[in-house]
């Protein structure tokens, strides 16, 4: 049984299908060829644990894992904690500047990550303003 696509869903859906395809080949495959690698043993013939078990056997690796897994649940918290509220608020209230909140929200999406990146480094940095400011006050980071 076929099901009938009408005209004007055809280009959309392309697009999706492209971009499908796009995503499995270059970010997917690759992902998977690397995590099935690190099942072989060193020359690559038969399944193993032993890269998982040297890996989680040595504290700096274990103590890695810990720390990235509580610093994104602290992270998912925060932001949920302080997002839901403020997107609420935004959405149900008049609030002042409403459409400059809603550019800067949307801010992220639209600029390179690595611009992202170099503001924060111009921020919180060696010589950073925000790292200047509190070194003025008295907070040294040594």
Same mark, same amino acid.
């Given at each position: 049984?076929?099901?009938?696509?009408?005209?004007?869903?055809?280009?959309?859906?392309?697009?999706?299908? =492209?971009?499908?395809? &796009?995503?499995? =080949? !270059?970010?997917?495959?690759?992902?998977?060829?690397?995590?099935?690698?690190? &099942?072989?043993?060193?020359?690559?013939?038969?399944?193993?644990?032993?890269?998982?078990?040297?890996?989680?056997?040595?504290?700096?690796?274990?103590?890695?894992?810990?720390?990235?897994?509580?610093?994104?649940?602290?992270?998912?918290?925060?932001?949920?904690?302080?997002?839901?509220? !403020?997107?609420?608020?935004?959405?149900?209230?008049?609030?002042?500047?409403?459409?400059?909140?809603?550019? +800067?929200?949307?801010?992220? +999406?639209? =600029?390179?990550?690595?611009?992202?990146?170099?503001?924060?480094? +111009?921020?919180?940095?060696?010589?950073?303003?925000?790292?200047?400011?509190?070194?003025?006050?008295?907070?040294?980071?040594?």
């Amino acid at each position: 049984m076929m099901i009938a696509i009408p005209h004007q869903q055809r280009l959309p859906m392309a697009i999706a299908a =492209l971009a499908f395809l &796009f995503l499995g =080949l !270059f970010l997917l495959y690759p992902l998977f060829q690397v995590f099935g690698a690190s &099942f072989l043993d060193a020359e690559g013939q038969s399944l193993t644990f032993a890269n998982y078990t040297k890996l989680l056997g040595r504290p700096f690796y274990r103590q890695a894992i810990v720390n990235t897994l509580s610093i994104g649940v602290t992270a998912t918290v925060i932001t949920a904690v302080l997002a839901v509220p !403020f997107a609420f608020a935004l959405a149900r209230l008049p609030v002042f500047g409403k459409g400059a909140i809603l550019a +800067l929200a949307s801010l992220p +999406l639209v =600029l390179p990550s690595f611009v992202s990146a170099y503001a924060l480094v +111009l921020l919180f940095g060696r010589s950073g303003i925000v790292t200047q400011g509190l070194q003025s006050i008295g907070l040294d980071f040594g």
